[in-house]
């Protein structure tokens, strides 16, 4: 009877924690990806901590996992210029909403300032405007160029947005034809004028799996930045953007994995790219002997 009762207190948590396993489809770690896709990797965001309401996160000369993330992010974008001369406007979107595309922008963008590089950050979600709804800035934005009401970009640039050096066009009010304006060569006109001004233009753009927004948009994008987020995306999808990638409907495309658990990381060095992982190992073994 003890005997009994020993094997099935231990097989009934095992088999609970099994069928966890099996019936979650979602997408958890970055082999999840790799296995189902052959868009390029950047690297994995970790989840930042629960307690921390901050927009930005990254820090300048930070050691945390975070800080961290984000810069093998920046230095793996450099890759990518192997099918353009330049990766100087940068676009965002996910297959599915809520999968973290502000948040990485934003915070990729305060990384990039932090490099004392000259950064826009635009939100080109004109139907929803969720960037600039984080913003105290009122005033003039993206579908007032867009619509013709201004012709100066300098009305609708707000200086030192979500931290200093970080400027910011902000979407603006709805309007009730937003893939008719986001179509006009005006966004073409603003894009250049601010590749002009800025080292980089960071995209804040709509989902690509709910509306064609983000098609019309990426072609003034020199890389394509797919956000996916783990616990959330099913890995049953993730045909979907190895099809978007193969057609070529998204230009220069790769893929960030954002909130992974820093369990899932798969150690310090391995999460986050084979050239840093190797290193650190390397420099473990020479302290060992």
């Known amino acids: 009877i003890l005997l009994a009762a020993v094997v099935l207190g231990l097989a009934i948590p095992a088999g609970i924690v099994w069928l966890q396993m099996v ?15 052959s868009i390029p990797f950047l690297g994995e965001i970790p989840l930042r901590d629960k307690k921390n309401k901050d927009e930005i996160v990254v820090r300048e000369n930070g ?6 993330a984000f810069r093998i992010v920046r230095t793996n974008m450099d890759f990518m210029r192997v099918k353009e001369k330049k990766t100087q406007v940068i676009v965002f979107t996910s297959l599915n909403a809520g999968a973290g595309k502000t948040y990485v922008s934003s915070n990729l963008a305060a990384s990039l300032v932090l490099m004392h590089k000259k950064v826009v950050l635009v939100d080109l979600d004109i139907r929803k405007g969720t960037l600039s709804g984080r913003t105290a ?19 609708i640039i707000q200086k030192d947005g979500l931290i200093e050096g970080l400027d910011m066009v902000n979407a603006g009010p709805v309007p009730p034809n937003p893939a008719e304006l986001l179509l006009s060569d005006r966004l073409d006109l603003l894009i250049g004028e601010l590749r002009a001004q800025y080292d980089y233009v960071i995209i804040d753009n709509v989902p690509a799996g709910v509306v064609a927004d983000a098609s019309i948009v990426n072609r003034v994008a020199d890389l394509t930045i797919c956000v996916v987020r783990a616990g959330v995306m099913d890995r049953r999808q993730l045909p979907e953007l190895e099809r978007l990638y193969r057609t070529k409907q998204f230009h220069n495309m790769s893929i960030v994995l954002n909130c992974i658990g820093t369990k899932r990381l798969g150690g310090y060095g391995y999460g986050y790219g084979y050239g840093y992982g190797y290193g650190y ?8 002997r």
């Open 281 to 288: 190992g390397a420099d473990d073994k020479k302290k060992k």
């Open 63 to 68: 050691r945390d996992s975070i800080s961290e």
């Open 137 to 155: 800035h009122t005033g003039k934005g993206v579908t007032h160029f867009l619509s013709g009401k201004v012709d100066s970009i300098s009305e």
């Open 23 to 37: 019936m979650n489809t979602t997408v958890r770690t970055r082999k999840d990806v790799e296995d189902a896709v």
